[in-house]
């Protein structure tokens, strides 16, 4: 174990993107644990489109020259308490620091399913996972047979909705993405029917083409021109998942989407947004759900891993330029399978 601990601070507040100068890495003494508490010693951490949010001066935001937060699950190396044990590994959200200190109220602990990596738990266990999987069934009452559009459909939310939309027996399924490489990702290994490249031109028309017949469903986690075209494209009755506006976290200058407003009403449509932590209730159900399609091989892991804590700033840059596929995980060198 390091006898120092690094963090990350926020430096500064970004306008448009943010770069690797709006971040330091503190070393500081290695933190004790007051009674009460433990000392996880973090192996794994999730960076997510959330975090750049939090990076602007808003209400509940990251502050300035402090460590960040966010998903980590680690090792507990010393305790002060009864309630946690030395040697458990537990989720909590004090990451984007190679050790926190934590109080017993603050952890979860991660029930170990046979053949299931710890990945998984910031994944298609985790967050990613369960904003996916409530989207799908508690928003969209998503029913067998309805066809489904899907933005940054290779992004780890994109990805897990795709898989799980299949395994609920969803209809046709469309996805957008980044590069035409990941569109063909998509199709061939994550269970689409039709995907695109959103750059390859106007976003109506790219959707009418690849779901010539319309959608049920539109799972959107960008905003902006997708979502004005998938509300043409929408069938009666038909339901918008209001996840993300990832296409203007990084452009605050960026014009709302427009579109028809009456097809609200004439087609009855629906859309509705929501706060994954307000569904924490359903965490035991998405075991329940996709634990057995992951350990017979149903269900597939869609995750970008990068190694090294040092690496951190550089993930989160990288996914907020659509550099990664899936979920986006920083590992801990230590837990680097070794090839021999």
């Not at 971040?23 to 997510?48: K, T």
């Not at 959608?215 to 918008?240: H, K, S």
């Amino acid at each position: 174990m390091n006898a120092t601990a690094l963090t990350v601070h926020q430096t500064a507040r970004p306008h448009g993107f943010p770069t690797a100068e709006h971040f330091a890495f503190v070393e500081s003494a290695f933190p004790e644990p007051p009674a009460g508490s433990a000392l996880v010693e973090n192996l794994y951490w999730s960076v997510d489109p959330y975090h750049r949010e939090m990076m602007d001066d808003v209400p509940d935001g990251f502050a300035l020259g402090a460590p960040l937060e966010g998903r980590a699950i680690g090792r507990i190396t010393a305790s002060r308490t009864p309630l946690l044990a030395e040697g458990e590994i537990v989720f909590h959200r004090r990451g984007w620091r190679t050790h926190a200190v934590v109080a017993p109220e603050e952890i979860r602990r991660l029930p170990r399913f046979d053949g299931v990596p710890l990945t998984a738990y910031l994944s298609i266990l985790g967050g990613t996972g369960l904003t996916a999987y409530v989207g799908l069934t508690r928003i969209a009452r998503l029913q067998e047979g309805e066809d489904l559009f899907v933005s940054a459909a290779a992004g780890g939310v994109g990805a897990a909705t795709g898989r799980f939309a299949r395994l609920l027996g969803a209809g046709r399924l469309v996805g957008s993405a980044g590069s035409a490489a990941k569109a063909d990702h998509l199709t061939r290994e994550v269970g689409y029917d039709a995907a695109f490249d959103y750059h390859e031109g106007p976003a109506a028309e790219l959707l009418r083409e690849a779901a010539p017949d319309g959608i049920d469903v539109f799972v959107d986690n960008v905003g902006g021109p997708q979502l004005a075209a998938a509300i043409g494209e929408l069938r009666e009755f038909g339901r918008v998942v209001r996840i993300g506006t990832i296409s203007q976290y990084n452009d605050p200058d960026a014009s709302p989407p427009g579109f028809n407003y009456a097809d609200i009403v004439e087609k009855s449509l629906r859309m509705e947004g929501f706060l994954v932590s307000n569904y924490r209730d359903v965490q035991d159900e998405l075991y329940d759900f996709a634990v057995p399609h992951l350990q017979s091989g149903r269900l597939a892991l869609d995750e970008t891993l990068v190694d090294g804590f040092e690496h951190i700033v550089d993930a989160f840059l990288m996914m907020l330029h659509g550099g990664n596929t899936g979920k986006i995980i920083v590992r801990d060198r230590t837990q680097v399978p070794h090839v021999r």
